[in-house]
């Protein structure tokens, strides 16, 4: 019998190897394995078992690592799909299926000792005072840790040892699993009454449940319409059939008030189950011990990011993506996968069902709503009879001209701010960029501070004096004079705004006012996330500035306005979803406010007010946006008509890059000239020419048959011999065009 095997090093290819006679009972499909490899061995996973082999003298497996297969067969056929889909190799999606922690050789459980009691016989010697305390301070466990019982009863390892010796107690080495949430006090939570568009929701996903036949439904719900509140009980649903779910939060920063939702409702009860969460601020022990629960079948509900969607979760019934609409869902490096898409495809391997949740559901979710690939349930009410927030868009032009120049805040903005803090309710102000100054620039001379990498200005960072870029992190001191030798002008100034600019005004304007910022600059370590929200939620902070992470899925009754600094920032993006990013950003924002008993109120600052995104925005009309952009979209054949795939060639000499993307070009338009509908565009520079000190150089392919386009393009790309020092990414699906 032959084994073929995915080494754990990117190679582009499988190996065969002879499974020794004494191994063949160990080695199944998805097993851990080590296998000579030239004077070396190495770790790979087993990814089919054969019976012959094309090669000769094939060298024997030299062993299997202990535990259950890693790999289950469906997530493996899921890792296929996305290296043939997405053009990459098999062993680096095979890495991002499997973390780290459980790749290696020797099994990652943290042990330590444990104290058990042995049951005394009726005519046992006498304890002394200090043993019977000990014992006392045992009672009611089976095993206690040693650490824990030294400090409970107060004594020393050496009189522990003592009683071992007299056979009153055994001491053993046992495993201590890492639970990130331990620390939590979890109150349970109860089943809420749903509204009849929930309750509508809600019954057409349990019909597809029990029918054990793989279906997508987009639940496109206002927000505040309670789409959580379905989501829990269609997964209580899914346990009662003795089903597992997944479900996916597009942010870290949404996690944690996530984790604790589900957690409240499944901690007890006839349901009661471990709920297992998987991301990146997770320690390597505290992912390998919540990966572990999931496979041998102890936690049945996982969630987490996009990477939550490879869980080995057993008997699979349901998979929830929250803000199915999110781009954080694309993850941006090999294998470059899109986890909504990757979730609809995992279902259908599974015959499970899939809810793609959302406000503002992407165009291509609502476009295979339209074209029936997808069930549409609507929910256009918020829950509790709560009332849609008032949206209030102010044209910062008119303020421009009153103030002698563009004021941070409109005067509506700040009556609203100093309303809420008089009467105890909260403010959210959301500006979509980070730091106090996105520019550094000379009146006198013209001078801007650029990045010496990348072909953008650096951004001022005030609390720590600094220059930064945002795209390759390069940073310096910033100068207090014009660097330009034949300047030196002292009033070098700032301008535009961050986040940082945002708080220091406020706290000038509002003294008084308890102010936190929430983005990339002040979140440094995973609790900082639960410690800010906890904060705001509790009422200890009046104001939260914030970037994107305040924008979705956050639930606070007691903010009652909201305020979008810039709402127009990212209209004038170089990229075709410029308008629809605008609008699900001004939708979900805004969709903060008004959650509890008191209506809510959204100002919007914008210097295009009249935009479409804007004003479709305001009126919260979803349909009225989409029918007006997939007009657009269809005229030039723009994703979701179609499908786009972007090359993007990288060098340090651009015009190195310019000739290969060139040539690249030529060669796809002659090796696809068979698909039909193919629209090859470029070869032209990205619309961020030099990023990490690269020149870049963009193709971009739109087709209606991406699957076809994927299988050929694939092998005729890599075919071609590249110059040394140019790279080349493939990006299927992509959502930047950066």
């Known amino acids: ?177 890492r639970d990130p949430y331990a620390h939590e006090t979890i109150v349970p939570s109860q089943s809420l009454a749903l509204n009849p568009e929930q309750a509508s929701a809600f019954a057409r996903i349990c019909q597809a449940v029990d029918a054990a036949k793989s279906q997508t439904f987009l639940l496109h719900g206002v927000t505040g319409s309670g789409k959580t509140e379905v989501y829990l009980q269609a997964i209580a649903h899914a346990l009662q059939q003795g089903k597992g779910a997944i479900v996916l939060v597009p942010e870290i920063s949404l996690t944690p008030q996530t984790v604790e939702r589900f957690k409240a409702r499944f901690s007890s009860g006839p349901l009661q189950t471990m709920v297992a969460v998987l991301h990146s601020h997770l320690s390597a022990g505290e992912r390998h011990d919540e990966w572990k629960k999931i496979r041998q079948g102890r936690a049945r509900i996982v969630i987490g990011a996009r990477s939550a969607i490879f869980a080995p979760v057993d008997s699979l019934g349901l998979v929830v993506v929250d803000e199915e609409h999110e781009y954080s869902y694309k993850q941006e490096e090999a294998p470059r996968y899109n986890a909504r898409d990757v979730a609809v495809y995992r279902a259908q391997l599974e015959n499970a069902v899939t809810v793609l949740g959302s406000a503002t559901p992407s165009l291509e979710s609502y476009y295979n709503a339209q074209q029936k690939k997808y069930s549409l349930l609507e929910m256009r009410l918020r829950a509790d009879h709560a009332k849609m927030p008032i949206i209030r868009v102010v044209d910062m032009r008119a303020e421009a001209r009153k103030e002698k120049g563009p004021p941070i805040f409109s005067l509506k903005l700040k009556e609203g701010i100093t309303s809420r803090l008089e009467k105890g309710e909260q403010t959210m102000l959301f500006l979509n960029r980070r730091g106090y100054a996105s520019s550094m620039q000379c009146p006198k001379c013209g001078y801007v501070a650029g990045c010496p990498n990348c072909s953008i200005s650096l951004t001022y960072h005030r609390r720590e004096q600094r220059l930064r870029c945002h795209i390759c992190g390069h940073a310096q001191k910033a100068p207090t004079e014009c660097p330009d030798t034949a300047c030196k002008n002292p009033a070098i100034r700032f301008a535009g705004l961050g986040t940082e600019k945002i708080e220091e005004t406020l706290h000038k304007l509002f003294p ?227």
């Open 1 to 177: 019998m032959i084994a073929r095997v995915s080494l754990d090093f990117a190679v582009g290819k499988e190996f065969d190897y002879l499974i020794p006679a004494e191994l063949v009972s160990r080695i199944q499909v998805g097993a851990r394995v080590k296998v000579p490899f030239g004077p070396r061995e190495v770790l790979g996973a087993v990814t089919a078992i054969v019976d012959q082999s094309p090669h000769t003298n094939l060298r024997p497996i030299t062993k299997v690592l202990a535990g259950q297969p890693p790999l289950t067969i469906t997530v493996l056929k899921l890792a296929r799909w996305i290296s043939d889909y997405y053009c990459c190799p098999l062993e680096t999606v095979l890495k991002t299926v499997l973390p780290e922690a459980v790749r290696h050789e020797e099994e990652g459980w943290k042990e330590r000792l444990v104290v058990q009691a042995i049951p005394r016989a009726g005519n046992a010697a006498k304890l002394t005072t200090r043993q019977e305390s000990i014992l006392t301070a045992m009672e009611g466990q089976t095993e206690v840790p040693l650490q824990q019982l030294l400090q409970r009863a107060r004594t020393t390892p050496a009189t522990l040892r003592r009683m071992e010796e007299l056979h009153l107690i055994t001491i053993t080495a046992g495993v201590v699993e």
């Open 512 to 738: 008084k006012a308890r102010v936190a910022r929430m983005d990339s600059d002040t979140l440094k370590r995973k609790e900082d996330y639960r410690r800010v929200l906890g904060d705001f939620k509790t009422g200890k902070t009046d104001i939260l500035v914030g970037t994107q992470m305040i924008a979705k899925g956050l639930h606070f009754p007691n903010v009652t306005l909201v305020g979008i600094i810039h709402a127009d920032l990212s209209l004038h993006m170089p990229d075709f979803r410029a308008g629809e990013r605008t609008f699900q950003l001004l939708t979900q924002v805004a969709g903060r406010a008004g959650r509890g008993d008191v209506e809510g109120e959204v100002v919007v600052q914008a210097f295009t007010p009249f935009a479409p995104a804007i004003q479709y925005a305001r009126r919260n009309d979803y349909t009225g946006f989409y029918d007006a952009e997939i007009e657009f979209r269809q005229q030039l054949m723009y994703p979701p008509l179609a499908r786009a795939a972007i090359i993007t060639l990288k060098s340090c000499h651009e015009d190195k890059v310019r000739f290969t993307a060139d040539y690249v070009k030529v060669e796809l338009q002659n090796g696809l000239k068979s698909i039909a509908d193919l629209v090859v565009a470029g070869a032209s520079p990205a619309p961020l020419l030099k990023a990490e000190t690269f020149f870049r150089y963009q193709i971009m392919l739109r087709t209606r048959n991406m699957s076809a386009l994927s299988k050929r393009m694939h092998p005729l790309l890599t075919a071609i011999k590249l110059p040394d020092d140019v790279s080349m990414v493939i990006d299927i699906d992509p959502v930047n065009l950066h």
